[in-house]
């Protein structure tokens, strides 16, 4: 006797061996011996061979025809021995009846199974709906064999390239467009990255770097929506100075400028004066809203997106020969022994005479000049002043430092600059500590350290840049923290250190700002008057917003500087340059402030210099292969590579 039975959801045929009960002992085709339980036996034949049977099965159910096979079926659940009789018009033999059970069993779209054997009709409409998704899932397999096919010729179709960035950056993994899109690169044997620049959709890696920077943080395109240009409606008083600023080249977002006064007694009269554009934004208006959804301006070599509109940074820039509002911070010094004798805050007009330029007069303004009074340049007497108050403050921040327990920070740091023009890049070295940098960073700590203890005498809270006193190890305790009360930024040197004097482009400076004109205006009443009350669950969701968007702006410049790198590198056909080591396998070129990782470097002190040869880099991945060819230097050499930290320096912050 054979059986036909049904084991793990398939069909199976076999010679019965044994028979005890409710069990069978029976041997397979392929000669494996199984236990059949009696309920899962579906037909009992003798009259044919098994193999024979199955195969005979196999052409019955290859020839049976579905739709008319669902027909006469009907509407009721039926037995399978049931419809074949009424299909093959007699009592079904053996191999006609399994021939039928593979058939319904292949059909799940006509029959449903509702136990051994048995089966009931799919209803018409959820028929045709099935069989409609099986002609589309056809439709769409061939579009997408036709897409791919168009994709390896190197050419992108049409109604899958307005998809494209979503495509490459947050695709549907079941779209007909993504899976030609990955068939595509398997046979290509490349990344979707380089299949969009093959294709044209992307006409360069620039374009791929930063169309995927705005497709995650602008959605919406970087143009700013429709507003009205607020008026000033406070009456300001004019300040009887004449300030200046110092700034690169190409800054457009003036935030901050300063002036110098010799009083009748002999005292000197500092002003350090930033753009106030919090006379005209408000919490919750419409440019508020804007500014707050991007919390800062970004920057990238050769370009930028504002933080603010560039009608309203307009308004506010300290532009030369504009009379512009600010918020002064005045500082009457004794310039034999550079004392403080008194500070004040005032809101007012400040006339702007002239915008200096670090490019212009980096190289003029050097400390032997400063001490021999050579070069001619504007503001030159005031320069030599604030140079010489710059260095004190600098020296007190540096004695502070140490008072934390901090090492004094390193001097020989280098800055580089970028300027890209008609898609060439030109980089620059800048020694940060210059003459003209050390003014700047040294007058905007003060700034931002003496408002910062200003709101904090007031009781009104801001947002605050604290460093150390944390628990955990030294990582976690030098780390920069947003904080919204007065604590020590020991990097800095200082006992704390409120962001202030970036308005323009940095939304936690104009956060402050509000504070500060709060404390301005209403005195000891600063802390019901102000914008943020403390202990406000606002000011801390700004904080944590403004974290998570600074971070992803500072890591796409770092991106973008890396990419004008390599660039330059192809500009230049640079093949052996010259290195310093940053930490184990880590070196920094002299010439440009490229990173490279060098599996197998040798064990060589920070700082040591060594001669590369680059073997290739790619501007899509931002990718550098190098070897080593020799160690210049073993010991630590003058390269401009700092070995403190980079938040412990307020230069880098300002960047």
């Known amino acids: 006797m054979n059986l036909f039975f049904e084991e793990s959801g398939d069909f199976k045929t076999g010679v019965v061996l044994a028979h005890a009960g409710e069990a069978y002992q029976v041997e397979l085709l392929s000669g494996k011996r199984t236990k059949v339980r009696a309920r899962d036996v579906l037909l009992q034949y003798s009259t044919q061979d098994p193999a024979q049977m199955m195969t005979e099965a196999q052409e019955v159910a290859e020839e049976i025809d579905l739709d008319f096979l669902w027909e006469v079926a009907g509407e009721n659940e039926f037995g399978f021995a049931e419809l074949g009789t009424e299909y093959f018009g007699h009592e079904p033999r053996p191999h006609e009846a399994a021939g039928l059970l593979l058939k319904l069993q292949s059909a799940p779209m006509y029959f449903y199974k509702k136990g051994k054997g048995r089966y009931k009709a799919a209803p018409d409409e959820s028929l045709k709906a099935a069989l409609a998704s099986i002609e589309r899932k056809k439709q769409q397999a061939i579009i997408q064999e036709r897409y791919s096919e168009e994709l390896k010729q190197c050419r992108m179709p049409e109604s899958m390239r307005q998809h494209a960035l979503q495509l490459l950056f947050k695709p549907d993994k079941n779209s007909i467009e993504y899976k030609a899109m990955q068939s595509a690169c398997m046979d290509l044997h490349t990344t979707p990255q380089r299949l969009m620049l093959d294709t044209g959709t992307l006409s360069s890696p620039k374009e791929l770097h930063l169309s995927k920077f705005l497709f995650e943080n602008f959605p919406k395109g970087t143009d700013f929506p429709a507003f009205k240009l607020p008026s000033i409606s406070a009456e300001l008083q004019k300040a009887d100075v004449r300030a200046f600023s110092i700034d690169d080249v190409e800054t457009t977002e003036i935030d901050d400028a300063f002036s110098v006064m010799t009083l009748a007694d002999g005292k000197v009269q500092v002003g350090i004066h930033i753009a106030a554009p919090a006379l005209a934004i408000h919490p ?233 004109l709060a404390c301005i205006s209403h005195g000891v009443a600063a802390p019901l008057s102000a914008p943020f009350k403390p202990k406000d669950a606002e000011l801390f969701a700004i904080i944590s917003a403004f974290d998570a968007i600074y971070s992803a702006y500072a890591e796409f410049q770092s991106q973008m500087e890396r990419y004008w790198c390599l660039r330059w590198l192809t500009q230049q056909n640079v093949r052996q340059v010259d290195a310093v080591v940053i930490k184990d396998e880590l070196v920094r070129l002299v010439d440009i402030p490229l990173v490279i990782g060098l599996p197998g470097l040798p064990s060589l002190a920070r700082g040591a210099l060594v001669k590369l040869d680059l073997v290739r880099w790619d501007e899509v991945d931002l990718s550098v292969e190098a070897r080593l060819l020799e160690v210049a230097s073993s010991a630590p050499a003058e390269t401009g590579e700092s070995i403190s930290p980079a938040e412990d320096s307020e230069e880098a912050e300002l960047e």
Not at 349 to 355: A, L
Not at 432 to 454: H, Q, T
Not at 498 to 505: G, I, K, N, Y
């Open 284 to 516: 919750g208006d419409a440019i508020d809203v804007i500014a707050r959804q991007r919390m800062s301006t970004v920057y990238m070599p050769g370009d930028k997106i504002t933080m603010l509109p560039h009608e309203l940074v307009e308004m506010f820039t300290l532009g030369e020969g504009k009379s512009c509002p600010a918020v002064s911070l005045y500082v009457t010094l004794d310039p034999s022994d550079w004392t403080i004798i008194s500070m004040q805050t005032r809101l007012e007009s400040v006339q702007v005479s002239s915008n200096l330029r670090h490019n212009e007069l980096d190289g003029i303004v050097t400390e032997e000049n400063l001490a021999n009074g050579g070069g001619e340049y504007p503001h030159k007497a005031d320069i030599a002043l604030l140079w010489q108050w710059a260095q004190v403050l600098e020296k007190g921040r540096m004695d502070k430092r140490e008072s934390f327990g901090l090492r004094p920070e390193q001097t020989n740091r280098v800055d580089f600059n970028f300027y890209v023009k008609d898609d060439v890049v030109t980089i620059e070295r800048r020694r940060r500590g210059a003459p003209l940098d050390k003014i700047v960073a040294e007058l905007m700590i003060f700034a931002n350290s003496s408002w910062g203890k200003l709101m904090h005498e007031h009781g009104v809270p801001g947002i605050y840049r604290c460093q150390g006193g944390g628990g955990g190890g030294w990582t976690s305790r030098m780390q920069v923290r947003l904080v919204t009360h007065a604590a020590p930024h020991q990097g800095l040197g200082v006992d704390q250190y409120a962001w202030s004097t970036s308005p323009l482009r940095r939304y936690t400076d104009l956060v402050n700002q509000w504070q500060i």
